[in-house]
């Protein structure tokens, strides 16, 4: 079993910042892609922000230039550094993983979501 757990959402005033934290435990023989996706009310999840087990990343149009999505492979752990937030940020931000699991002498991979943590971006 895999749990991943974020921490690091709260209120901000535009143009602040904020850190995500995303981190990975249990049964993890190594982690493949994680990213950043978000949800605001009424709307479809989005992706936001990707890195490989490299370090490559990649980002939405919207948030390029301002979030940097970091990864700690020690740590099993992955960022969301948020700078010049705006109102339209405001939603719930979810960590997902594909990670590679051990059963027995075999090895599977699997995708796994974290609890959601709220940014709320308002004056």
């Known amino acids: 079993q895999v749990q991943l757990v974020e921490s690091g959402g709260g209120l901000v005033q535009p143009g602040g910042s904020l850190r995500l934290s995303c981190a990975a435990s249990?049964?993890?023989?190594?982690?493949?892609?994680m990213a950043w996706f978000r949800q605001s009310p009424g709307k479809q999840r989005e992706l936001v922000a990707t890195?490989?087990?490299?370090?490559?990343?990649n980002y939405a149009d919207s948030v390029k230039g301002r979030f940097t999505i970091s990864r700690d492979n020690a740590k099993n752990t992955v960022y969301l550094q948020m700078s010049s937030l705006k109102p339209e940020d405001t939603a719930v931000y979810y960590c997902?993983?594909?990670?590679?699991?051990?059963?027995?002498?075999?090895?599977?991979?699997?995708?796994?979501w974290g609890q959601g943590t709220q940014v709320t971006v308002s004056s």
């Open positions: 997902n993983a594909r990670i590679l699991s051990v059963a027995g002498e075999l090895t599977y991979p699997r995708d796994y």
């Open positions: 249990g049964n993890i023989f190594s982690i493949m892609h």
């Open positions: 890195i490989t087990s490299g370090g490559s990343t």
